[in-house]
């Protein structure tokens, strides 16, 4: 049955810094890997979409890196502003068009 | 595009009652999806459907949960009779060939 684990649970930084959001999943079988933005009460923003051929994807100041062997994605953002403040979760989908298994997300916050 | 449509946003019942919520997938996407999140479980797939098929309910917690896809452009996802541990976020989600899933804004149930 896969996992997804997503660490830390929470983070705050200071507006400027770079910082590295982990995902890991205990099943490399694979098809798509999504990373999502959630503001509190609302729903879900779709990020990036990194297909399990794929090793990376960039959207502006986004990231997403994925290594399938391991288990494991990281979403990187560059120069932390206080409008990335969310929390972000981490999917994965084990087949074309299947349901998508959520991490449990981490909650970022970006102070001024 | 007006992305996933769900009606209503907020519904609050009594235990007992009927609930019906309403998803309008994006056009031309041939996936959709029931999740629901709560603050204990987080995210989790209820139901799915391929070209208006159900293809996936094994989230679908008991027979008091009915879903439907009459036609690729509505879904419904009914719970009778409703019971306080419903009470939660239901989002609906839709793609296009399994790709990228673009979710609703969610309806936030309360059962009293």
């Known amino acids: 049955k896969q996992e997804v684990t997503q660490i830390p649970a929470a983070l705050s930084v200071p507006e400027g810094e770079n910082l590295v959001l982990n995902c890991s999943f205990t099943d490399s079988a694979i098809y798509n890997l999504q990373w999502f933005r959630q503001d509190p009460g609302k729903g879900l923003t779709s990020l990036l979409l990194i297909q399990s051929s794929q090793r990376e994807q960039t959207s502006g100041r986004l990231n997403a890196s994925l290594d399938k062997s391991s288990g494991r994605s990281t979403l990187y953002i560059a120069a932390s502003q206080p409008g990335d403040s969310a929390t972000y979760l981490c999917a994965v989908s084990g087949n074309q068009g299947g349901k998508l298994i959520f991490g449990q997300g981490t909650e970022l916050s970006v102070k001024p | ?112």
Not at chain 2, 22 to 30: E, F, Y
Request: hydrophobic share 30%; aromatic share 12%.
């Open chain 2, 1 to 112: 595009d007006a992305g996933v449509i769900q009606s209503p946003r907020h519904e609050v019942t009594e235990m007992g009652q009927e609930v019906t919520l309403r998803c309008k997938p994006i056009s031309g996407h041939n996936s959709l999806f029931w999740y629901r999140q709560t603050m204990m479980r987080g995210l989790e797939l209820l139901i799915y459907f391929n070209n208006n098929v159900p293809i996936d309910d094994s989230g679908m917690p008991e027979d008091r949960f009915s879903a439907k896809m009459p036609n690729a452009s509505f879904s419904t996802l009914k719970i009778q009779p409703s019971e306080p541990r419903d009470s939660a976020v239901y989002f609906c989600a839709s793609s296009f060939q399994g790709y990228e899933q673009y979710f609703g804004p969610g309806t936030r149930l309360t059962v009293t």
